[in-house]
C-alpha cells in the first residue's frame, strides 16, 4: 500500500480527524491532508511521532516488505563492504547515515555508525552533527534501555576525543543521561571527569560491583532453595562482601542491604541452635543503625552517606525503621526488644517524625 493511503488508513482506524492528528503531530492539517492526497510526505523525523500516534511500528507504517526487499538489503551491504575495503571511511559514514534516514527505528545502526566514527577518528563536523541528531532521536524513541545506554556511552567517548571544545563538553551532557546506579557510568567515567570527582565516581562503582555480587550471591540462595546450613554460607559470603564497603563506617542507603543479610543470618544461627552468633548479628545491626544517627559518625567523610538512593528504593531511615519493627516483632529476640525500642524512637525524633 502506497504511504499516502496508509496513513489516511491509519488515522481512521484510531477514530482521528485530520485536524486531530495534527494537532498531536504538531503540524496544520492541511499539511495532514497533504500527505494523505500524496501530495507531500512526512519529514522522515517526523516518523517515528506518526508511528506513536498511530500505535504502530516504523516497519508497519513503511510496510517494509514492501521498501526493503532482499535485494535492497544485499545491495546495501555489499555497497558497505566495498567502501570499508576501498578505505573510504567518509563514504560508509555516508551510506550508513543515508540507511538511518530511510530505517529510523533500526537503532543498532545508529551504534554501529557512532562506533565506526569513533574508531576512525570522525569527530568533528559536519559527522558530529549528524551523530547528535541521532542519538537524539535515539534518546526519544528507543525502547531498549540497554541499546539507548550503548550510544551515549559511545557519544562520551567521541565527544571527549574530538579537537573541537564545543563538541568535547558535550560529553559531560551524554555522561548525565545515564543512570548512575548498576554499573552504566563506568566504563566511560574517566573520558569527562578528573580529580577528586574521577576518585569519588570509581568509589562508587565499586560499591555498585560489590553489591551487585552480593545480589547475585542471595539470589542464587533464594533460587536453590538449600537447607538452614547451605543458606548460611550463602549470606556469609554475601555479607563479607558488604562488609568490605563499609568499613563499620555510616554509609547510608547502601548499609542496609549488609544489615537485612544479618538479619537473616540471625535467625538461621537461631535455627541452627547458634544463639551467641545470633546475638552477635543483631547487635551489630543494632549499633550500625545507632552509627546512623550519630553526629560525631555523621561528621566523618564518606564517600556514600549522602548519596542519594536509587529512583524507586526506600531512604536508608525508612529501611532502618522497618528492620527494628522486624526485630522487635520476632519472639526470638525478645532479649533486645528493650533497645530496639529505644534506637525506634531515636531514630523517630533524628528524622523529625516524633515520637511512636
Keep these: 500500500m502506497e504511504l499516502d493511503k496508509r496513513l489516511k488508513e491509519l488515522r481512521l482506524r484510531r477514530g482521528l480527524t485530520q485536524e486531530q492528528a495534527a494537532q498531536v503531530l504538531g503540524v496544520s492539517a492541511q499539511v495532514v491532508s497533504k500527505w494523505e492526497r500524496g501530495l507531500t510526505q512526512p519529514d522522515v523525523q517526523m516518523m517515528p ?67 565506526y566514527a569513533l ?7 559536519p559527522y558530529m552533527e549528524k551523530l547528535f541528531r541521532f542519538a537524539e532521536r535515539a534518546e526519544r524513541w528507543c525502547r531498549e534501555e540497554k541499546l539507548r545506554h550503548a550510544i551515549f ?46 576518585e569519588r565516581e570509581e568509589n562508587r562503582n565499586i560499591l555498585y560491583m560489590l553489591q551487585s555480587t552480593a545480589d547475585l550471591i542471595r539470589a542464587r540462595m533464594y533460587r536453590r532453595n538449600g537447607t538452614s546450613e547451605e543458606n548460611l554460607r550463602y549470606l556469609q559470603m554475601s555479607s563479607r562482601i558488604l562488609e568490605a564497603v563499609t568499613e563499620e563506617k555510616f554509609t547510608g542507603f547502601y548499609e542496609i542491604p549488609l544489615l537485612l543479610d544479618y538479619y537473616a543470618m540471625a535467625k538461621l544461627y537461631l535455627e541452627l541452635g547458634l544463639s551467641e552468633d545470633a546475638d552477635f548479628c543483631i547487635k551489630k545491626i543494632l549499633a550500625a543503625l545507632r552509627r546512623q544517627i550519630t553526629a560525631d559518625s555523621r561528621a566523618v567523610p564518606s564517600e556514600f552517606a549522602d548519596n542519594p538512593q536509587p529512583y524507586g528504593y526506600k531512604s536508608y531511615w525508612q529501611s532502618g525503621l522497618e528492620l527494628l519493627e522486624r526485630i522487635e516483632a520476632a519472639d526470638e529476640f525478645v532479649l533486645f526488644r528493650e533497645d530496639v525500642r529505644e534506637l525506634y524512637t531515636e531514630y523517630r525524633i533524628y528524622f523529625n517524625m516524633g515520637e511512636k
Excluded at 119 to 125: A, E, I, L, R, V
Design 119 to 125: 574508531k576512525h577518528g570522525m569527530t568533528q563536523n
Design 153 to 198: 556511552r559511545c557519544m562520551v567517548k567521541l565527544c571527549s576525543s574530538s579537537d573541537n571544545p564545543d563538541i568535547r563538553v558535550r560529553a559531560k551532557e551524554f555522561y548525565d543521561k545515564l543512570p548512575c546506579f548498576r554499573n552504566v557510568r563506568e566504563t566511560v567515567t574517566q573520558f569527562v571527569l578528573e580529580g577528586d570527582e574521577l
Design 49 to 115: 511521532r506518526i508511528a506513536v500516534l498511530y500505535r504502530i511500528s516504523l516497519d508497519e507504517l513503511y510496510d517494509m516488505d514492501a521498501y526493503y526487499s532482499r535485494k535492497h538489503i544485499e545491495e546495501y551491504h555489499d555497497s558497505l563492504q566495498l567502501a570499508r575495503q576501498s578505505g573510504d571511511h567518509d563514504r560508509v559514514f555516508r551510506l550508513m547515515a543515508e540507511e538511518i534516514e530511510l530505517r529510523p527505528d533500526a537503532f543498532w545502526e545508529y551504534l554501529n555508525l557512532a562506533d
